[in-house]
């Protein structure tokens, strides 16, 4: 791992811990382009061992920010909590090592719906349920197409 690439995973890491407390403290928009620049972070690396790192910290701030969002309003626990069993199953489905389009297709998904709650915190509950739910069906997706290749 290079020198820079270094950098840019913990620049990602420290960006998505403060996007988690912005939103915590109703800084809203300050928590989105917090959240965007961790999401950049983890293209920017271009090293293969790098993957691991980005990936976990990825994961821990893209899980960070429902609960953000139950931080600034206690009503948003039980969608946060839906929402992060559902990115549990996904990555679950990720880590099955298929299904990389429906992988693909939930970050983006994930991004888009968190950045708009991040625009319409009242739409939070909503877009979590919803995020949770494609969540499950991506992480069964995946892990149904991972069953194929068993022969019984």
Known sequence: MGARDIYVVGAGFVSGICAVASIAAHLYLLGLVLFLL?????????????????????????????????????????????????????????????????????????????ALACITPDWFGILAYGLGVFGFAAGGYALAISFEDISL
Not at 87 to 101: E, F, H, P
Request: proline share 3%.
């Open 38 to 114: 961790n999401r950049v972070s983890i293209v920017v690396p271009s090293k293969e061992n790098v993957a691991l790192a980005r990936h976990a910290l990825g994961a821990m701030a893209l899980a960070g920010i429902p609960f953000g969002f139950v931080l600034a309003d206690a009503r948003n626990a039980l969608a946060g909590s839906f929402l992060v069993i559902g990115l549990l199953a996904q990555n679950a489905g990720a880590r099955a090592g298929k299904g990389d389009g429906a992988v693909a297709l939930f970050g983006w998904v994930s991004v888009i719906a968190l």
